[in-house]
């Protein structure tokens, strides 16, 4: 609402924050921070609990598991982090770059991973086996997202370009937008339009 003096604090971190997602159904809200702590506020409990350096370093890269409270991080290091019943469930070390954001196909089987060197990583869900890597160009890819049916991947660059590109081993990426910044998040309908 307008009534800024009527809101509430919900969470608060030591340092800045970086990402802050909400699952599904709307009953947790998550939130990495520049020390790679993670924070989870039950809504219905009315609950936020702190988890200290759990991301090792700062990750602005969060996202639930589609219809699950399971939350997938990245970090600056290029290490992949599973949350799930408030512990680290599983690492991967993705690369040597930041992971930047963290795309899940329209099924849900599969990950997209960009980062800082301009990649986008592939891997299956829930398994995270590789499944292929995606050059786009020297500069940061910033944010991806599947569209349609989850064979195409769109990637904002920090070459100021937005890519798209089939979701596949060494596809080759094509510029469609060029932007007067660089494109850091966007976000997809649900129709894949």
Request: proline letters at 4%; charged letters at 20%.
């Amino acid at each position: 609402g307008d009534d800024f003096a009527s809101r509430k604090v919900l969470m608060s971190h030591p340092v800045a924050v970086w990402s802050v997602q909400v699952s599904d159904d709307g009953s947790h809200i998550a939130s990495s921070d520049y020390r790679g702590n993670l924070q989870v506020y039950d809504v219905a409990a009315s609950t936020p609990t702190m988890h200290t350096g759990v991301f090792e370093r700062w990750s602005q890269a969060i996202r639930f598991a589609p219809g699950t409270d399971i939350l997938v991080a990245g970090n600056e290091g290029g290490k992949f982090f599973v949350w799930e019943a408030d512990k680290v469930a599983k690492t991967v070390e993705v690369g040597t770059h930041s992971l930047t954001d963290i795309a899940f196909s329209p099924a849900g089987d599969r990950l997209a991973i960009s980062d800082g060197g301009g990649n986008v990583h592939l891997y299956s869900w829930p398994a995270m086996e590789p499944a292929g890597k995606i050059k786009v160009n020297e500069s940061p890819a910033w944010c991806v997202a599947f569209i349609s049916d989850g064979n195409s991947l769109l990637v904002g660059s920090g070459d100021r370009k937005l890519y798209r590109c089939e979701a596949k081993d060494a596809a080759i990426p094509e510029a469609i937008v060029q932007g007067s910044d660089w494109f850091t998040r966007m976000a997809v309908s649900s129709s894949g339009t």
